[in-house]
């Protein structure tokens, strides 16, 4: 499998929880020409489309239809990805050279859809936390 430029062809969101780690997500994902951001603990009410750096999403708001569900406040976010504008085929080469790497697995794993867009970053986790225990 081969991306096909080595132009930036998305952004790989993140938030990693040992520094060590980062640094090996952040080197792995400039070799394959991918635009990485950190999602902070401070991120966590924020929707999804307020800190993705991709644009042209359809179907989706950057605005809450509706009230949102708040992180308590001792919430602490979990280790996650959130893909935006990569192909199936660049997150498949992105697993799989992350897999060879040796980097230890992150549990939480998205791709940015019409859908979550708007909604924050708690909600989205707790979304994959619900999909992950029932084996989605």
Not at 49 to 55: E, P, R
Not at 63 to 91: C, Q
Not at 130 to 136: C, M, R, T, V
Request: one cysteine or more.
């Amino acid at each position: 499998m081969e991306i096909k430029n080595n132009k930036p062809s998305g952004t790989i969101m993140f938030h990693i929880n040992n520094l060590k780690k980062e640094k090996q997500l952040k080197e792995l994902s400039r070799s394959l020409g991918f635009v990485t951001r950190a999602i902070k603990q401070q991120d966590i009410n924020k929707s999804v489309g307020s800190i993705c750096l991709q644009g042209g999403i359809k179907g989706g708001s950057l605005v809450s239809k509706g009230e949102k569900i708040k992180a308590p406040d001792k919430y602490k976010l979990p280790e996650l990805f959130i893909f935006s504008g990569l192909s199936d085929e660049n997150i498949d080469k992105f697993l799989e050279e992350y897999r060879k790497s040796g980097i230890e697995p992150v549990g939480l794993k998205a791709v940015v859809t019409p859908t979550n867009i708007s909604w924050s970053i708690y909600e989205l986790v707790c979304e994959l936390e619900k999909e992950k225990s029932i084996g989605l």
